[in-house]
Nanobody, 123 residues
């Protein structure tokens, strides 16, 4: 059984940085690609970034150049470093695990979701 637990959210000002972390417990990190999705009220979850177990990374257009996803297979952890945060980045960030990287990029998660963690960006 996979359990995903996110941490690192909070309230920041525009231009600030945050580092989100997701621990994958209960399953080998190498069996899944891991990623992050962003959700705002009334909207579906949108793809932000993903990493395959062997290190291939993919980003949404809005995340490119500002966000970096990294994975630590020893700790079964994936992190999302978010720099230059904008008010539109605010919302709930969900960690996800799926067998294929393309699942995450395409928004078709065939695996597991974390509960989500809130990010607020306000002056």
């Amino acid at each position: 059984q996979v359990r995903l637990v996110e941490s690192g959210g909070g309230l920041v000002r525009p231009g600030d940085s945050l580092n989100l972390s997701c621990v994958n417990s209960g399953s080998s990190f190498s069996r899944y690609a891991m990623g992050w999705f962003h959700q705002t009220p009334g909207k579906s979850r949108e793809f932000v970034a993903a990493i395959s177990w062997h290190g291939i990374r993919r980003y949404s257009d809005s995340a490119k150049g500002r966000f970096t996803i990294t994975g630590d297979s020893d700790k079964n952890t994936v992190q999302l470093q978010m720099n230059g945060l904008k008010p539109e980045d605010a919302g709930i960030y969900h960690c996800a695990a799926s067998p294929m990287l393309s699942d995450l990029v395409g928004g078709q998660v065939n695996g597991y979701w974390g509960q989500g963690i809130e990010v607020s960006v306000s002056a």
